[in-house]
């Protein structure tokens, strides 16, 4: 009999299908498509791992778009202030004695001064009268932190020990050096902090004190208060003798002492007793009265472009919006402490006919701030300028007035 290949292909498959069971074996057939896919299973996730990785894609996105934009972001704490900057009405000077001052300068003061809250001071420098004292109930008060112009006397100190020179670069970083001109004009205080480390707080409180921080400024000025100094060195968690020489930590100063530093700057180095005439008569016999000499002659010059720059390009350029017609030159002090904010301003005119020291302090809020300060110094020039004050006032510019001499004992 003939069969044909499908009948031997039928019998071979019959035979093995009923051998399989015999021998055990069993074969599972499955009948899922094999391009049939398995569907994802879901994963549930907490919901603080949820918020955490929508911050973390986020802020990547963020990321991205400063990348992009070639801009940082700055995180800037903003301190809360509780002082005023602004008074409603001039009530505060209605105590001032006026008699003796010069009726040009105090109206000038007055006028730039405004409704802001805080006093100005304008000093002849070469013989220490007080030509304008605005709001003398602040300005005789017992002071306020320095700021940045305590940098001027620990510069003085430096330059008069030799540790620098107006050119001397000190590191303020792996790549960051500077001379004393520019930290004076940018008022940098890592530069300041550096020098009074190097000084160290017996030298830095010595020539504090040459230079008349924590005395009285004024010879017989009723009301006056003489600030205050350490008599050591501040704690290290308040920053030790660096932010004594940067801030004036730990230091209160009174405008009057700040104005009669100046006054010794501007004049080569003759620190005088500061005299406010009250009456006809003391204006009349007025004398100049030496509290000291101080050896800064060879040190002014290095230390006048700091202050000069100051105005020029740097912390006072403000001032130059009212007034450019003299060379100004000054030093700006900001900061704050319990809720109020100081801004001061120290500055000289050196002009070929005579010099005037103004000091305007203040004190409030936010708008407070010494080159706020400075622009207001900038008022007064600009008013003494127009009023032709520095022509009707020769003076000259060293120190030539005859002084008559005081004990020791005297204040």
């Not at 301190?79 to 040009?104: H, K, L, W, Y």
């Not at 530093?261 to 620190?271: D, E, K, P, R, W």
């Not at 406010?276 to 509290?291: G, Y």
């Not at 020039?381 to 009023?387: G, I, K, N, T, W």
Request: overall charge positive; glycine content about 8%.
């Amino acid at each position: 009999m003939t069969f044909s290949k499908r009948s031997t292909f039928l019998l071979l498959a019959a035979f093995v299908l009923t051998l399989l069971p015999q021998l055990g074996t069993a074969a599972t057939v499955s009948t899922r498509s094999l391009t049939t896919r398995r569907k994802s299973q879901k994963v549930s996730e907490a919901p603080r791992a949820r918020k955490r990785l929508t911050r973390l894609s986020r802020s990547r996105a963020r990321t991205a778009r400063v990348v992009r934009t070639g801009r940082t972001r700055r995180h800037r704490y903003h301190e809360r202030f509780t002082a005023s900057s602004f008074v409603n009405d001039n009530s505060n000077f209605d105590d001032d004695v006026t008699v003796g001052e010069d009726p040009i300068v105090r109206q000038a003061a007055i006028d730039a001064l405004g409704n802001m809250n805080g006093t100005v001071l304008a000093i002849e420098p070469t013989s220490g009268r007080v030509l304008a004292m605005v709001n003398q109930k602040l300005a005789l008060s017992s002071g306020a932190q320095p700021c940045s112009t305590i940098k001027l006397s620990v510069a003085l100190a430096a330059l008069s020990e030799d540790l620098i020179t107006k050119n001397t670069q000190i590191a303020l970083g792996r790549r960051s050096r500077m001379d004393l001109t520019t930290a004076l004009a940018r008022s940098n205080n890592a530069y300041f902090e550096a020098l009074g480390r190097r000084l160290g707080f017996e030298k830095v409180s010595f020539y504090a004190h040459q230079y008349g921080l924590g005395e009285l400024a004024g010879y017989h000025i009723a009301g006056e208060q003489p600030g205050a100094y350490p008599k050591e060195e501040i704690p290290s968690r308040l920053g030790g003798v660096g932010k004594m020489c940067s801030y004036g930590e730990g230091i209160s100063m009174t405008p009057l002492q700040l104005g009669a530093m100046v006054s010794a700057i501007a004049n080569g180095g003759t620190l005088y007793y500061l005299q406010h005439p009250t009456t006809p008569e003391e204006v009349a016999s007025f004398e100049p009265r030496v509290k000291r000499r101080l050896d800064i002659a060879p040190v002014i010059p290095e230390i006048s472009d700091g202050m000069a720059a100051a105005v020029s390009y740097g912390t006072a350029r403000s001032l130059r919006v009212n007034f450019n017609e003299e060379e100004i030159l000054g030093k700006t002090g900001t900061c704050s402490k319990a809720g109020t904010r100081y801004g001061w301003f120290a500055s000289y005119a050196k002009t070929d006919v005579g010099r005037i020291v103004v000091v305007v302090f203040l004190q409030g809020g936010r708008p407070t701030f010494g080159p706020k300060a400075a622009q207001i110094s900038g008022r007064i020039y600009r008013s003494l300028y127009d009023h032709s004050f520095f022509d009707a006032h020769p003076t000259q510019p060293g120190d030539t007035a005859d002084v008559k001499p005081v004990s020791s004992t005297q204040q």
